[in-house]
Every structure is written in C-alpha cells, then in structure tokens.
C-alpha cells in the first residue's frame, strides 16, 4: 500500500506539505518538529506504518504521550489509517482490567501514558514482549514533567537498539536523556516554514479587575469556540464558576477532575454546546478542535515554550487565530512577548448579555459494550421521533453510555422521551448532560 493510499484512509484527501516531507524520510530515528496543528500525529503514524511496512516488522511498538487526552487522540488517529494491525489504548482511569485482556490478545501498537504502560510491564501483563520501535509524542514535555524517571524504567522494557525511534514536538529541549544518546537522530523541522496566522492582542482592565475585562470583553463580541487558559486549577475553577454568575456558560478542565469530567468537559465543547472551555495547560497539548477562533490567556505561562503550546490550539490547519492576553493596568507582559506584534486594546466599561449556543447535549445510558453504534441512536432519533437530519450534530459512543446533540430548539420535545426508551430492544434512559 502506497503512503497516500494510507493516508487518504482517514478520510483526507491531501497531505500538507510537512507530512509529504516527512514522509520522504528514511532514516530510523527521527526528530519532527512542527507546529501545534499542522497534522503532526498523522504525520507520524504514517511514517511508522511505512517502517513497519517495508521492514516487515511485527515487532511490538509503544507510543508514549504525557496525557489521557493526547494518548486518546493518538489512538484514533492511527485507528483511521486501517491497517488492520491490533492496537490498545493504556491510560490511568481506564479499566487496568480491560487493558489487561486487550494486551493478551498481543497487539503490535501499545498507545500509553509513561505511569500505566510501566505497571503494566512492573507486573508483567500478558501480551507484552520487549518493544522493537518507540514514538514520544509531545517529547519536550514528556521528558521534562516528572516522566523522565518512568520512561528510562519503561526503556528496560526494550529490545535495544530500538529499530526506529520517532520524537514528535512543537518545541524542541537542549539535551536528550542519556538512553538517547546511543542513537544517531536525524532531526526534520519544518516550525520555520509553518507560520501560523495568529493576531496578538493585550487586553487592559482600565478601573476594572481583570475578571471583569474578561467578561465584558467577551460579552460585547460574538466569539466563536475559545479557550481561557489559567495556570492554576483554583483560577480556572474561580473563573469558571464567576463566568457562569454573569450568564456566560462554560466547561473546565484541568488535571484535577476525575476523567470522566474531563471527558464529557471536551465532548460538550467539541459538539458545540459549549463555546468556552477554561482551563489550565492540560489543554495546550491534550485536545484536538481546529475550530477554536481565540485563546485568551488569563493568566500568563511561565515560558515562551508553554506560550507557544497554549498558542497552538488556534490557528490550525492553515486556518487564522487570534491571541489575547488579560492584564490589569500596572501588570506588564511576559518580556517573551517582547517580539510579538501587540496590539493593544481596552476592555469594554459594561458587560451585555450572553446568549446560549446552538446546541445542547443529551446523556444515553448505552454504549458500544450494549452492541449500540453512532448508526443506531442516528436511525433511531430519525426513524422513531420529530427528529430531522439537520437536528442532529455530534454523536459520541464510549463503552457504556452516549453523548448525543441536539438543537437546543429541540430540548423541550426531547425532553418527552427522557422517560425510559429501547434502541435495538435495548432499554435507554435518557437525561440532560450538565
């Protein structure tokens, strides 16, 4: 199979240029750097699949990332190329149980946060043999936040030398780590020729707090999907809560939520039910949205790398971003912003009214473990209730329930079938996500 052939299986019909380089590349162990959004994760994937490909490799591959979300977004990045090779998904609040029968049925590609993969292997979970190919997604963080420890006891775990290591980054670190050292990497950088059409504006709190020329600035403009970046989980919670006090909805997500929070926090942003998503870096790496029109950073990161990466959900795939950064009147800016085009504009003295967005989200107690597929709660909103086509948006299918939206126009009909239903015979309740 041609790379294109494997690329055009996730549904896209031309790479962009970065991918159509890398993918040139033939050397073993690589270093791609390239910019938040560019399609670096596909970029990857299809490189390992060329490796194993024209190596006829069936040795195990470990595809470490530093969160729940990016290791999720990775899975199914390589799910979508269909190469009919046996893939799990490894991460903390995920069944250790479940995972454990997955990896007895011996899966080449192992996709894993640094922590699980390495109980995993401490208590020698079936289906494991020592790794032949090693992907570090998002490295520069993964080898510098408290993981360093984890992956070099995971790199015992190998069948050195590895036959192909990739790294994968927007920003690149000084030194590699010593196990690294042995291999001869060949790095691929395309940040220079990749940048993204971002506006960059200071926003002042004149007479004001900054809590209040956040919300009047976002009152008075009608924005699109957003995030509003705090370095601190209570900030994000505190903001969170206060943006709600001034009718403005909103989801958080931060390291300290359970998963499933996190998870139905980024499934009611991505459908579109929610347009504002306040957060802490998590979200600079973890999440996948080309949509998002703005990012407002509330509170300043520390370095111009974490500046980069908060930057990076916006201005994806070739589309423009803006930038905003919250200040009050004697707060100066980030000296790494030095460089930056700034505009500088004041918040508005009077918060206006918010209004709700199109959708909304409904919870369905089935999911994939009751043989229930996205095809099934379409036909049945479609076939058995007022439901039209142009009704429905974003279905989400997990293990066990579902996320469904709906036109908010549509919420007090659904509301009549919130007593219990059957799709495929199989009894549903059905209930308002909050």
């Known amino acids: 199979m041609s790379v294109i052939e ?31 959004g560019s399609g670096k994760t596909l970029a990857f994937c299809v490189q390992l699949e060329l490796h194993l490909t024209n190596h006829q490799s069936n040795g195990q591959v470990l595809i470490l990332c530093p969160t729940r979300e990016l290791a999720t977004q990775v899975s199914k990045n390589y799910t979508s190329l269909r190469t009919g090779r046996k893939m799990v998904l490894c991460y ?35 289906g494991l043999s020592e790794f032949e190919h090693l992907i570090i997604d998002e490295y520069d963080k993964t080898l510098e936040m408290g993981f360093l420890n984890e992956i070099s006891e995971i790199y015992r775990y190998v069948a050195a030398p590895l036959k192909s290591i990739q790294l994968i980054s927007a920003t690149e670190i000084e030194k590699l780590p010593t196990f690294l050292e042995i291999y001869s990497f060949q790095t691929y950088s395309f940040i220079q020729e990749e940048k993204p059409n ?3 504006f200071s926003v002042e709190a004149v007479g004001h707090d900054k809590l209040f020329a956040l919300v009047s600035f976002l009152s ?19 903001i969170s809560q206060h943006l709600i006090e001034y009718g403005k909805s909103n989801v ?17 942003f991505r459908n579109g ?9 998590l979200a600079s790496r973890g999440i996948d949205i080309p949509e998002i029109e703005a990012v407002f950073h509330y509170q300043f990161p520390h370095t111009l790398q974490d500046f980069t990466h908060r930057n ?85 299918v997990a293990d066990t329930y579902s996320y469904v939206a709906i036109s908010r126009k549509k919420l007090k009909y ?19 996500c909050r």
């Open 198 to 200: 971002l506006e960059y």
């Open 252 to 268: 958080l997500f931060h390291g300290g939520m359970e998963q499933i929070d996190r998870e139905r926090s980024l499934i009611k």
């Open 273 to 281: 039910s929610e347009n504002c998503l306040v957060c802490t870096d």
């Open 220 to 238: 008075n403009k009608n924005f699109g999907p957003i995030l509003i970046f705090c370095t601190h989980r209570e900030t994000a919670e505190r």
């Open 92 to 126: 903390g609040g995920h069944s250790f149980k479940n995972e454990c029968l997955q990896l007895q049925e011996n899966p080449q590609i192992i996709v894993a946060t640094p922590g699980r993969i390495l109980d995993h292997l401490t208590r020698r979970s079936n």
């Open 312 to 396: 990076g959900r916006t201005a994806r795939m070739k589309t423009d971003g803006k930038i905003y950064l919250l200040k009050s009147e004697e707060e100066p800016l980030p000296e790494y912003t030095d460089d930056f085009p700034i505009q500088k504009l004041k918040a508005p003295e009077k918060i206006d009214d918010f209004y709700p967005t199109d959708w909304i989200t409904l919870y369905l107690s089935v999911g994939r473990k009751h043989k229930i597929r996205k095809l099934d709660i379409v036909g049945f909103f479609l076939q058995e209730t007022q439901f039209e086509k142009d009704e429905l948006g974003i279905i989400d």
């Open 6 to 36: 494997i690329f055009k299986n996730t549904g896209f019909e031309t790479p962009t240029l970065m991918q159509e380089k890398y993918w040139e590349n033939k050397h073993p162990y690589s270093i791609l750097l390239s910019n938040t």
């Open 414 to 432: 659904a509301k009549t079938l919130f007593p219990k239903i059957k799709i495929k015979k199989q009894p549903v309740l059905i209930s308002l």
